[in-house]
């Protein structure tokens, strides 16, 4: 996806039904916007980084979050499916020259990586330092670097957390070295934890069988790039993040991220009796049908979650990058949460009573 147009974006999103009112949105933004040299932006990886879809990847939801938090900001892309960093070299280096000869700049560019074995480490370091850093340096633009790292899975190990520090640190040390002064991290995985033992939240996170990233993820991830470059400083972010979603979005089958529910089956284990066509669903992740198409336990709406647990995705997305938001969450007791687990669900206005 490339050349996001802000405009465009939110007058279709909004337009589509897709969240609360547009002036809703930028009311409950009010007071979050402060400097930042965050305008327009590069992001390089793989479907981590266009899906999800439904929001125009990681850079339309991190655009629409920024648009809401005040900040006119652009987005462009280059990805590819399966590929990492070392993979993309040659069609960014392409496609930098090519926006060059344009008179486009960017400011900031978001480098997607992952946990990687030391394998994948030892080369992943050695294309940062040899290819994207010289790249990166000879621009008039000086761009800062986000190092934007994703989940591995969704039954990580107990050691997970810190294997993602030890790889993300590895990265930044070698860019560092190599002569770039600015590099931001932005620790999706991280924020993923933070959420594992939440029943309820968890599970929506996952957009397939792929492990890929449900719109519910878009935004929290959206959320952990915004609190990284320093967007907004976290007042009110929960109720933003709720209104930037839709009203349901697809989720990987039941027992895919959690335990199946009552009633439901265990795709992966009993699936072979399902009808083909509602099987099909999952075999092609790339491709999207309309929400209605999928069964429940393959979609999750808004209403399924707990009240106000935009407060929940806001606390995970700051928990990682240590940013206090104790002051601008509300309290236990106040209809917030003090931790990342879901209290028992409350009514809400659209819900039958």
């Given amino acids: 996806m ?9 007058q279709h999103f909004f ?3 897709m969240g609360t009112d547009i002036g809703d949105v930028h009311a409950a933004a009010s007071g979050t916007s402060i400097p930042t040299r965050c305008g327009s932006l590069v992001f390089v990886g793989n479907s981590h980084t ?8 990681v ?3 991190f655009a629409r979050l920024a648009a809401s938090c005040g900040h006119s900001v652009s987005a462009e892309s280059v990805t590819q499916g399966g590929a990492n960093l070392s993979d993309l070299w040659e069609e960014f280096e392409s496609y930098m020259q090519r926006r060059g000869t344009e008179g486009v700049a960017f400011d900031t560019v978001v480098l997607q990586v992952g946990k ?5 480490r030892f080369i992943i370091g050695e294309v940062l330092r040899h290819r994207y850093c010289p790249l990166l340096l000879s621009l008039a633009s000086n761009p800062q670097v986000v190092l934007y790292q994703t989940w591995s899975t969704a039954w990580p190990e107990p050691t997970e957390g810190e294997e993602l520090t030890a790889t993300l640190e590895e990265y930044r040390s070698v860019m560092l070295a190599a002569g770039m002064t600015e590099v931001v991290l932005a620790r999706a995985g991280h924020a993923f934890l933070h959420l594992k033992a939440d029943n309820r939240i968890y599970p929506a996170l996952w957009k397939d069988d792929m492990g890929h990233g449900s719109a519910l993820a878009g935004v929290l991830v959206a959320a952990v790039l915004a609190l990284a470059l320093k967007l907004t400083k976290g007042e ?3 109720r933003i993040l709720e209104a930037l979603l839709p009203s349901a979005w697809r989720t990987a089958s039941p027992g895919f ?4 529910e009552f009633g439901q089956k265990a795709w992966r284990e009993d699936g072979k009796g399902a009808p083909a066509a509602v099987m099909n669903l999952l075999n092609d992740p790339e491709e999207d049908l309309p929400i209605s198409k999928y069964p429940p336990g393959m979609r999750t709406e808004r209403r399924d979650l707990p009240f106000e647990f935009g407060d929940v995705l806001a606390a995970a997305a700051a928990g990682p990058l240590e940013i206090s938001m104790a002051a601008d969450l509300p309290r236990a007791g106040q209809g917030g949460y ?3 687990t879901s209290p028992a669900p409350k009514a809400r206005r659209w819900q039958k009573r």
Wanted: aromatic share 6%; proline share 5%; with cysteine.
């Fill in 59 to 61: 850079p339309g939801a």
């Fill in 2 to 10: 490339k050349d996001i147009e802000l405009a465009c974006f939110l």
């Fill in 338 to 340: 003090a931790a990342a």
């Fill in 50 to 57: 266009y899906q999800p879809k439904e929001l125009g990847g």
């Fill in 257 to 260: 991220a959690g335990a199946a």
């Fill in 236 to 238: 009110r972010l929960g």
């Fill in 116 to 120: 990687g074995s030391a394998e994948e």
């Fill in 15 to 17: 337009e589509a039904g």
